[in-house]
């Protein structure tokens, strides 16, 4: 009995040509002709011949494959099949994650490589931690409906409309994923909770923004060199995001290139879809200058630790008594190519790097107008250094 069981090597499972080879007991190995190969443990239980895989050779080494075999063999001694009791231990594990807390952490947790930096920086778990975790947490989610939805989002539904929203969405996603687990849900709840909660009254506002004939005034007026105005002058020059400027590495500039990483970039599902800003030679200039302050890596490190926030930029607007943020000077940018260029909509859109177009429309439009672009953000740092200039037509290549 001992000679029929354990005939391969590790070696051997690594260097193996195309074929099956048994490691005896009912223990294969499938080796394809492209290099990867597979586990699995042949039996007959109940008059029938089955196979059940066991994993890829490449993830699961030649002892712990064997230790499954062995715990397979075991199961068809007792006369049982190997492949539903697994599926019966995983039903029974899924079973028993079934509180709603429980099912949104697991929910977050497989889609984390789909998010923007892990959903950290888009904080894509905040709206149910904050506003239906506390309430419906420790519920369990096959006895949720659309009462407990309806009673736990009442107070923000319209006061905070886009949070319920998206705290709404989530929840919906926290159901499916628990559907999927194999337990009991009702996955119209959310819809239903729609309809009881109505029609959302709030009325989305725009961020404020510096109209695009006073960004010059305030532009000169960023002079003292620290990272607060060096940040807000390469803000204003390039259109970017806040986050993406904010953690702006030295290896993203490449000569008067700027490239962004995809994953950085808001809205984006391509995540390995990177997004190049050309810069302006005053945008050169301010990066040059940052170069000074460079802490990790970073070029607009914090005082203490870490990257510039937000909140800093923003607050130095606040004291200068202004009502626009540091977002709008996306829309002070699009405004003035809009009222003073030429320029086509899909090349003013890339600017802002919005995704433009279909995925059909997409995938046969392959430019980004770099040298387009490059041409327009020069002339937007002539406008915003205070030098006027006549009206820019910018032509698709």
């Known amino acids: 009995m001992t000679r029929s069981l354990n005939k391969l090597t590790a070696v051997f499972v690594k260097n193996a040509g195309p074929g099956k080879y048994s490691d005896g007991g009912g223990l294969w190995l499938h080796k394809r002709p492209d290099g990867g190969g597979q586990w699995f443990f042949r039996y007959t239980v109940h008059g029938r011949r089955r196979e059940m895989g066991l994993g890829s050779s490449a993830e699961v080494p030649l002892k712990e494959a064997r230790g499954g075999a062995e715990r397979s063999r075991a199961i068809v001694r007792a006369n049982l099949d190997p492949i539903k009791e697994r599926d019966r231990l995983k039903r029974?594990?899924?079973?028993?994650l079934h509180l709603l807390g429980e099912i949104a952490l697991d929910a977050f947790e497989s889609r984390k490589a789909e998010l923007k930096g892990d959903g950290v920086?888009?904080?894509?778990?905040?709206?149910?931690?904050?506003?239906?975790?506390?309430?419906?947490?420790k519920v369990p989610v096959t006895d949720i409906d659309q009462k407990d939805i309806r009673d736990t989002l009442a107070p923000i539904w319209h006061e905070k409309a886009?949070?319920?929203?998206?705290?709404?969405?989530?929840?919906?996603?926290?159901?499916?994923?628990?559907?999927?687990?194999?337990?009991?849900?009702?996955l119209q709840a959310t819809d239903k909770a729609r309809a009881l909660l109505g029609k959302q009254r709030h009325k989305p506002t725009n961020i404020p923004a510096v109209p695009w004939q006073e960004v010059p005034a305030f532009y000169l007026s960023l002079a003292d060199g620290t990272v607060t105005h060096l940040a807000l002058r390469l803000l204003i020059l390039t259109g970017v995001r806040s986050g993406p400027l904010r953690f702006l590495r030295e290896e993203q500039i490449e000569d008067d290139i700027w490239t962004i990483p995809g994953a950085a970039m808001k809205g984006r599902k391509d995540a390995t879809a990177d997004f190049r800003v050309p810069l302006s030679k005053e945008a050169i200039a301010v990066i040059k200058e940052a170069r000074r302050h460079a802490?990790?890596?970073?070029?607009?490190?914090?005082?203490?630790?870490?990257v510039i926030s937000d909140a800093t930029m923003a607050r130095l607007m606040e004291r200068a008594e202004m009502s626009a943020r540091p977002h709008g000077f996306r829309s002070s940018l699009r405004d003035w190519i809009a009222e003073t260029t030429s320029t086509p909509h899909d090349l003013a859109e890339t600017v802002l790097g919005h995704t433009v177009g279909g995925a059909v429309e997409r995938s046969y439009r392959r430019t980004d107008f770099i040298e387009q672009r490059r041409k327009l953000m020069?002339?937007?740092?002539?406008?915003?250094?205070g030098r006027t200039a006549k009206l820019l037509r910018i032509e698709r290549a």
Do not use: Y
């Not at 802490?295 to 870490?306: I, T, V």
């Not at 020069?378 to 250094?385: I, T």
């Open 162 to 186: 886009d949070t319920a929203r998206k705290a709404m969405n989530r929840l919906g996603i926290c159901l499916k994923h628990a559907a999927a687990l194999g337990l009991e849900v009702d």
């Open 295 to 306: 802490r990790g890596g970073f070029l607009f490190p914090s005082a203490k630790k870490g």
């Open 378 to 385: 020069e002339r937007w740092a002539q406008h915003v250094l």
């Open 92 to 96: 029974e594990a899924a079973s028993k």
């Open 121 to 137: 920086a888009g904080r894509w778990f905040s709206p149910l931690e904050i506003h239906i975790l506390p309430k419906l947490g």
